[in-house]
């Protein structure tokens, strides 16, 4: 099981979210896409993305799903980490597969009574 701590733990979470987003899209690209166009070159023989096969293996980043997030949280967690590449990646994918980008976030939302 991969054993996520801190910062890592936050990118875990972003880019299990992420993978999420772009399943809910029906988007023709996925993290490991992005991942590998973000850093597959800039690190060559030690570019390495197995770790992101074991994100659901850990309670704590497969829970992620329970907590609010939306796509400006995933990319703020990110840029804050240092994850520019990715997120330049995503922006490029979005451009290229003419995907637009909205942002709703409601809290504390509750379904109104018809009486």
């Excluded at 992005?34 to 994100?55: F, I, M, N, T």
């Excluded at 907590?67 to 490029?92: K, S, Y």
């Amino acid at each position: 099981m991969a054993n996520f701590h801190g910062e890592h733990l936050s990118v875990a979470k972003a880019l299990y979210q992420l993978e999420y987003y772009l399943d809910q899209l029906d988007a023709p690209f996925d993290i490991y896409q992005l991942y590998a166009s973000a850093y597959k070159e800039q690190r060559g023989s030690q570019y390495d993305e197995r770790w992101l096969y074991c994100l659901d293996d850990n309670p704590d980043v497969e829970n992620c799903l329970d907590e609010p997030f939306t796509l400006q949280t995933i990319v703020d967690t990110l840029l804050r980490t240092g994850h520019e590449p990715v997120v330049r990646a995503l922006m490029r994918s979005f451009r290229r597969e003419s995907i637009a980008i909205s942002q709703l976030y409601l809290i504390g939302a509750t379904p109104r009574r018809r009486g």
